[in-house]
T-cell receptor, first 112, second 113 residues
Framework: GENVEQHPSTLSVQEGDSAVIKCTYSDSASNYFPWYKQELGKRPQLIIDIRSNVGEKKDQRIAVTLNKTAKHFSLHITETQPEDSAVYFCAAGNFGNEKLTFGTGTRLTIIP | SAVISQKPSRDICQRGTSLTIQCQVDSQVTMMFWYRQQPGQSLTLIATANQGSEATYESGFVIDKFPISRPNLTFSTLTVSNMSPEDSSIYLC??????????FGEGSRLTVL
């Protein structure tokens, strides 16, 4: 089955700086890579996703890049703000199948 | 996206008892899933809730421990049977719609004493 590794497990960033979280996956058949943000005591919220037919997708301050050859994808958050503090999970799966395998999570702390 | 309601939102249970969690969606959805999130951990898929038939369980999860029902396209239940402290977790209902994205309910936080 699919195996997703996520790094780092914790990340502290000065407000205004950029944050990068990286994930690798094992199953070359995976074609869908969403990212979820989970604030303390809340449900995971989908923040951005990418399918394997594109290499990069951007939505305001967040972007995701995908390298299918190397089987890794990354989340980039620019101009970080205190409200970006949360746990972020990457996931991999097949679009239309919807069974996702999640990474272990990254606790992002933005330092004011 | 669909509005997903879970009940109960939290509960404290005694060892050896069973608890049923309900998931209600405000519109028909393609797929419904149940995930478990142990304290400070990631999300692990328990099973796919199939409408009108038996759920499809992931490795490490069995029907006797986690019976699931899905009588229609908008409702599902997950029962955690014969609970032990190791079952203390957040249980999350999740759904997909035509767009393919996966959305989560608020979760049900279970504490087993």
């Amino acid at each position: 089955g699919e195996n997703v590794e996520q790094h780092p497990s914790t990340l502290s960033v000065q407000e205004g700086d950029s944050a990068v979280i990286k994930c690798t996956y094992s199953d070359s058949a995976s074609n869908y890579f969403p990212w979820y943000k989970q604030e303390l005591g809340k449900r995971p919220q989908l923040i951005i996703d990418i399918r394997s037919n594109v290499g990069e997708k951007k939505d305001q301050r967040i972007a995701v890049t995908l390298n299918k050859t190397a089987k890794h994808f990354s989340l980039h958050i620019t101009e970080t703000q205190p409200e970006d503090s949360a746990v972020y999970f990457c996931a991999a799966g097949n679009f239309g199948n919807e069974k996702l395998t999640f990474g272990t999570g990254t606790r992002l702390t933005i330092i004011p | 996206s669909a509005v997903i309601s879970q009940k109960p939102s939290r509960d404290i249970c005694q060892r050896g008892t069973s608890l049923t969690i309900q998931c209600q969606v405000d519109s028909q959805v393609t797929m419904m899933f149940w995930y478990r999130q142990q304290p400070g951990q990631s999300l692990t898929l328990i099973a796919t809730a199939n409408q009108g038939s038996e759920a499809t369980y992931e490795s490490g999860f069995v029907i006797d421990k986690f019976p699931i029902s899905r009588p229609n396209l908008t409702f599902s239940t997950l029962t955690v049977s014969n609970m032990s402290p190791e079952d203390s977790s957040i249980y999350l209902c999740s759904v997909t719609q035509n767009t393919g994205e996966l959305f989560f309910g608020e979760g049900s936080r279970l504490t087993v004493l």
